[in-house]
């Protein structure tokens, strides 16, 4: 998908900013990108789910229901350990 598609079809589904990060071509081996471990992390906290795990959906609809329980399911796990802290 070119950059111009992206941006016409994110219009009207609120206000994004998108930052390509490329990586160098003269860089060799690994090297960290900025802010891409933040997807990263979330990415792989979102993989534990194991119905995410694999792409058995036979619809958008139920796969974004599935993408919502996973993340209501990661925030109240993140609530209820802050909860037993304090």
């Given at each position: 998908?070119s950059?111009?598609n992206?941006?016409?079809?994110?219009?009207?589904?609120?206000?994004?900013?998108?930052?390509?990060?490329?990586r160098?071509?003269?860089?060799?081996?690994?090297?960290?990108?900025?802010?891409?471990?933040?997807?990263e992390?979330?990415?792989?906290?979102?993989?534990?789910?194991?119905?995410?795990?694999?792409?058995?959906?036979?619809?958008?609809?139920?796969?974004?229901?599935?993408?919502?329980?996973?993340?209501?399911?990661?925030?109240?796990?993140?609530?209820?350990?802050?909860?037993?802290?304090?």
């Amino acid at each position: 998908m070119s950059r111009d598609n992206l941006k016409n079809t994110m219009r009207g589904h609120g206000s994004w900013t998108i930052e390509i990060v490329k990586r160098s071509d003269t860089d060799m081996g690994f090297v960290i990108l900025p802010r891409r471990w933040v997807a990263e992390r979330t990415f792989s906290w979102l993989g534990r789910c194991r119905r995410l795990a694999k792409d058995w959906e036979k619809s958008i609809e139920s796969a974004t229901a599935f993408a919502h329980v996973a993340s209501i399911r990661m925030l109240t796990r993140c609530i209820a350990r802050h909860c037993q802290k304090t």
